[in-house]
């Protein structure tokens, strides 16, 4: 079945530590999301991609990374530079015409 | 820039009753038009789409949505909620050519017995 996938369904991070949240599709989408979400703020942008080996800064990258090596992975990475890393977090792919598709979510917490 | 409203933070119905969540969007060309759900813990599910032609739109599980361009309006409807209906709802409008649509902040439907 085509679809997108992340990984981990829970993580968990300590002080000071970057985690790496997965997000891998095999819908052949060019364009890959990360979203943030908190409770009564909807969904921000983190940071997207259009192509291999390109990406932008969303509305609220500070704090995060990412890399699109191949087409079927966007990865995000929490840094420690992120104070308030918990949230919600959902990965998106769209093809065309912004129809997004989204995965089930990574929910990160701090110890 | 496209903005998007949704006046509704919460909804209560009945179960069995009929259902209206409304969308408001500020874009100045025709705009594409979608509407999410996302039951708790999980990612968001298209639920129906809109980019032209007729402005009733049909979706999944039964719901439909009308493209109104006088009223910059895009509100999804149900005629008959059932209780799985319950989750959050989010309205979402583009622009041809950005890849980046923007969302409302959703709308949390609770359902009654």
């Known amino acids: 079945d085509g679809g997108i996938t992340q990984s981990p369904k829970y993580l968990f991070r300590k002080e000071g530590q970057n985690v790496t949240l997965s997000c891998e599709q095999n819908l052949n989408h060019d364009a890959m999301y990360w979203y943030r979400q908190d409770p009564g703020q909807g969904l921000r942008l983190i940071y997207y991609s259009q192509i291999v080996n390109d990406f932008q800064k969303g509305d609220i990258a500070e704090g995060y990374s990412v890399s699109r090596e191949k087409k079927e992975s966007f990865p995000l990475t929490v840094t420690s530079a992120q104070k308030n890393p918990t949230a919600f977090y959902l990965c998106?792919?769209?093809?065309?015409?912004?129809?997004?598709?989204f995965g089930p979510g990574t929910r990160l917490l701090v110890l | 820039a496209q903005s998007v409203t949704q006046p509704d933070i919460h909804i209560t119905v009945s179960e069995g009753a009929s259902l209206e969540l409304r969308c408001n969007y500020s874009y100045g060309a025709t705009p594409y038009l979608f509407w999410y759900v996302q039951s708790p813990g999980q990612g968001l599910q298209l639920l129906l789409k809109?980019?032209?032609?007729?402005?009733l739109v049909q979706g999944i599980k039964g719901f439909e949505a009308e493209f109104k361009r006088s009223q910059s309006s895009f509100n999804l409807r149900k005629p008959s909620v059932h209780w799985s209906d319950a989750a959050e709802y989010f309205c979402a409008v583009g622009e041809g050519g950005s890849y980046i649509p923007t969302f409302g902040r959703g709308t949390s439907l609770i359902v009654h017995p």
């Open positions: 809109y980019f032209s032609g007729d402005t």
């Open positions: 998106a792919s769209s093809g065309s015409q912004e129809t997004q598709y």
